[in-house]
């Protein structure tokens, strides 16, 4: 095994319209923790917030960058169409019920690659979201503060869904450089998963050959890119290093306070960022109040009153 080879998923950023509908949504009937409320470095008017398992370990992290005007996006060719979290396979009926409650429709499915049953739904926004029967997925640590009980909780990703227009170019970045193994083919998807990633969340990306004509767009409940996780620095830098040298254009390191990220784009269009697994989420605030006060960088606290004078009012759902 390679060491440069990322280990699964590390984070899913997506694009939202409100901050709050999106913290009822996701903190409020989904029950994962908002573990951190910050700004988008690259937009320092707009939030970033952070939802996770209880500690926001990498594989169960789902951000958005909430613009209270923002479109709705175009489902297309060249982007992740749906989000699949795993849940006990005993809770599928319990999050029917959930969901059913909250008025929000959702489809059940026989699962694929020998996957558990499925509950597929839309957030808010129309972002497609999947939970899946999987019994072999880490439990992890819930969130002793969740709506939801620690026996039903969320417990990471299962996996993404990518579509492509054409599936070549993107099945050998996979396997080929970023170490990925075919783990299966259904139809027209073939299931890819993580080097090394046994009992991790987030180890699979099923990758949707369709002959779409146009590109996604991106907007409101669209996946604006997906991080891969990689344990560090140097790991990052070796493999930025063979990406630049395979002709790919990656950007420089980029300081997340949290993690540290390079992003490219892959040949089906894709945006992916392979993010560090540290130094995580409790580093500029105690594990026990993650996401209950707004966090700045450091190169943005002079600026705090500007930005938090611009940035909606939030409440945590009750
Ligand atoms: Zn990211």
């Known amino acids: 095994m390679n060491p440069e080879h990322p ?52 594989g169960t992290i789902l951000t958005f ?36 409650a909250a008025k929000v429709p959702a489809t059940r499915g026989d699962g694929s690659f020998g996957d558990g049953a499925t509950l597929r739904f839309a957030d808010p926004d129309g972002m497609m ?9 880490p439990a992890g640590e819930a969130w002793p503060g969740s709506p ?49 990633s046994e009992g991790q969340a987030g180890r699979f990306i099923d990758l949707t050959i369709e002959p779409l004509d146009r590109p996604g767009s991106s907007g409101a409940g669209t996946v604006h890119h997906i991080a891969w996780r990689t344990p560090d620095d140097a790991m990052q830098v070796a493999l930025r290093e063979r990406l630049l040298g395979l002709g790919y254009q990656v950007s ?39 996401g209950q006060d707004l966090k700045l960088p450091p190169w943005l606290e002079g600026k705090r009153a500007q930005i938090e004078a611009a940035l909606p009012a939030l409440r945590m759902p009750s």
Not at 27 to 46: C, E, Q, Y
Request: aromatic share 12%; hydrophobic share 40%; glycine share 12%.
């Open 65 to 100: 960058f909430p613009w209270a005007h923002a479109a709705r996006g175009r489902r297309g060719a060249g982007e992740v169409s749906v989000t699949a979290f795993s849940v006990p396979a005993a809770s599928l009926g319990w999050w029917a019920d959930r969901l059913a």
């Open 148 to 196: 939801v009980p620690g026996v039903h909780a969320l417990r990471g990703f299962q996996r993404v869904y990518a579509t492509v227009a054409q599936g070549e170019g993107t099945s050998r970045l996979l396997t080929e450089v970023l170490g990925f193994s075919l783990h299966g083919e259904e139809g027209n998807v073939a299931r890819f998963v993580a080097a090394a």
């Open 252 to 290: 420089p390191v980029m300081e997340r306070n949290y993690f540290r990220s390079i992003y490219f784009r892959e040949p089906g269009g894709v945006l992916f960022e392979v993010a560090t697994d540290g130094p995580g989420f409790a580093d500029d605030e105690p594990q026990e109040s993650l």
């Open 129 to 137: 979201l999947e939970l899946v029967a999987d019994d072999a997925a």
């Open 7 to 58: 280990n699964g998923l590390h984070h899913v950023t997506a694009i939202c319209g409100s901050a709050q509908r999106n913290l009822d949504f996701y903190a409020g009937l989904l029950g994962l923790r908002l573990v951190k409320r910050t700004i988008n470095f690259d937009d320092p008017g707009t939030y970033h917030l952070y939802y996770g398992d209880g500690t926001g370990r990498p």
